[in-house]
Nanobody, 122 residues
Framework: QVQLVESGGGLVQAGDSLKLSCVVS????????VGWFRQAPGAEREFVAS????????FYGDSVRGRFTISRDDAANTVYIQMNNLKPEDTAVYSC???????????????WGQGTQVTVSS
């Protein structure tokens, strides 16, 4: 089994920055990709970014490209997402997930964390 724990969420103002962390533990040898998704109240889950666990391939959702940066720390088994120039529409619960392939589809990731709330005030 794989366990994921997110942290770093909070309440910020528009234009501020936040850095979210996703610590991965358990059977990490089976991890191929880590993705970040977000879900606002009443909305569908939205792809934010994904990274190949072994490094190299990175993808971003259209709404965050140029503002968010995904990265990983192999030694700490942690994937980060640095979020800059936050906007009120970025308000959502942010969750990380692991799966066998890079994908923008939430269903491709079988293992999920509990999520962390990000709220951006105008």
């Amino acid at each position: 089994q794989v366990q994921l724990v997110e942290s770093g969420g909070g309440l910020v103002q528009a234009g501020d920055s936040l850095k979210l962390s996703c610590v991965v533990s358990g059977r990490t040898c089976n991890i191929q990709a880590v993705g970040w998704f977000r879900q606002a109240p009443g909305a569908e889950r939205e792809f934010v970014a994904s990274i190949w666990w072994q490094g190299g391939s990175i993808f971003y959702g259209d709404s965050v490209r140029g503002r968010f940066t995904i990265s990983r720390d192999d030694a700490a088994n942690t994937v980060y997402i640095q979020m800059n120039n936050l906007k009120p529409e970025d308000t959502a619960v942010y969750s990380c997930a692991t799966g066998p392939m890079l994908s923008v589809i939430a269903g491709a990731y079988p293992h999920w964390g509990q999520g962390t709330q990000v709220t951006v005030s105008s």
